[in-house]
């Protein structure tokens, strides 16, 4: 009985290493979703600016706003390489949205390591179930580029990725999903 303890321990540090080896590194954003307006003439567009980013439920609105500048900051250099320049009176606003949810990481309970629970006289009983073995967050940034004229939105993108434990990895984290997320922009432009 004792060894398969040993081995119930050893496995879980074993994956609770990994777990978190993963995690702290993080893994690359996906693209949840794009979507271009039709019939859109990207060459009346030269320059962009951002809606400002409001905060919801926010408990530390100094950490909020330096990650909102992390962000604005890795789609401006994302805008400037396609060829557009920042203005106070832009042709294209960008809005964005952000949400951070905790996800827990479970596995499922083996028969094999886990023991079966005592259920009275001498009476045994297993069920297989899901156990909690890690908690992260998830974040995902909801992007609109939108006319600053006409009020109308040109193109939209979603991508999603997983936030990093360590706060030194965040802008490294951040400037890989803003690159996921201008993957399919549709403009190719350069820079003049």
């Not at 303890?5 to 879980?12: A, P």
């Not at 009476?123 to 156990?131: A, D, G, M, Q």
């Not at 936030?163 to 802008?171: F, G, Q, W």
């Amino acid at each position: 009985m004792e060894e398969i303890m040993e081995m119930k321990t050893l496995k879980q540090i074993i994956f609770s290493i990994f777990a978190l080896a993963v995690f702290s590194c993080g893994t690359p954003a996906k693209l949840l979703y794009q979507d271009v307006a039709p019939n859109i003439d990207w060459s009346k567009y030269t320059t962009f600016g951002f809606v400002e980013v409001e905060s919801v439920g926010v408990t530390n609105q100094e950490l909020f706003e330096k990650n909102i500048a992390l962000l604005k900051e890795a789609v401006s250099v994302q805008m400037k390489a396609k060829g557009f320049q920042p203005s106070s009176q832009p042709d294209l606003l960008i809005n964005m949205g952000v949400v951070l949810k905790e996800e827990k990481q479970t596995r499922e309970t083996d028969f094999r390591t886990d023991r079966p629970r005592y259920m009275g006289q001498r009476n045994y009983s297993w069920k297989s179930e899901e156990v909690v073995v890690n908690t992260y967050k998830t974040g995902t940034l909801d992007f609109h580029l939108i006319d600053a004229k006409k009020k109308t939105m040109v193109w939209q993108a979603a991508v999603q990725g997983i936030v990093p434990y360590k706060s030194s990895k965040l802008p490294e984290a951040i400037q890989g999903g803003i690159g996921k997320l201008f993957e399919g922009f549709p403009v190719a432009k350069t820079p003049k």
